[in-house]
């Protein structure tokens, strides 16, 4: 009997044991949420940049079906086209709407989330180009629509000349009406302060877009290549 009761643990050896594999237990149970936090951000992260890929994209391709509309005034050639250093305004092939044809108005700046004001994103305005329209002020009552979002900033610069007779440069404002610029270029900046990879699009115009309207006339003319 006393043989065998020597053979037993003691209470201290217990203890000492419930101590450590509580420590082990409190470990695992670290390391396992340190990997679900790590597995959670990093699908986060791949989802928004997957998301701000799709959003890129389609701002892309919206940009390369940009229509060289001209506004019906009769004094004047002048362009559905606003380039500004934050806000872009221009004309697309593509219709506003999946029950709607024509052309469309498009407006893309960067705006604060309605429901976070601290939060903005790069948003897109579409609306109808009717046969009257004489402005951009019908995108002021749509709605947008969130191309790439938590962005701190967007800058917009055009590539082009005033005439057949000037070098091409960069600009940060479009101020050539009766003319189109030849590239865009957008760069989009990261609420972090990371700059994301610039856009550079290339407007494809045929001939007909550079035509040269006369006030007195209404007729249209190509213009001398450059």
Known sequence: MRRRAESGFTLIELV?????????????????????????????????????????????????ETFPMRWKDATALRYAFDGQDQVLRFVSTRAAGV??????????????????????????????????????????????????????GVAFSYFGSENDFTEPKWSDQWQFQSRMPAMIRVRLHDANGTDFPEMLVKLELGEEAGCMESPVQRGCRPRRPA
């Not at 679900?36 to 390369?64: I, K, Q, T, V």
């Not at 109808?128 to 947008?144: E, I, K, N």
């Open 16 to 64: 000492v044991a419930l101590v450590l594999l509580g420590a082990m237990m409190s470990l695992l149970y670290s390391g396992l949420t340190f990997a679900l936090r790590s597995w959670d951000a990093g699908d986060a992260n791949g989802r928004r940049a997957a998301d701000r890929r799709l959003g890129e994209n389609f701002l892309r391709r919206e940009l390369s």
């Open 99 to 152: 029950a709607q044809g024509g052309l469309a108005l498009v407006q893309v700046d960067v705006e604060a989330d309605p429901k976070e004001p601290r939060v903005k994103n790069l948003v897109m305005r579409r609306a109808v180009a009717t046969g009257d329209v004489a402005d951009f002020s019908s995108l002021d009552r749509v709605d947008p629509s969130i191309l790439v979002e938590d962005v701190d």
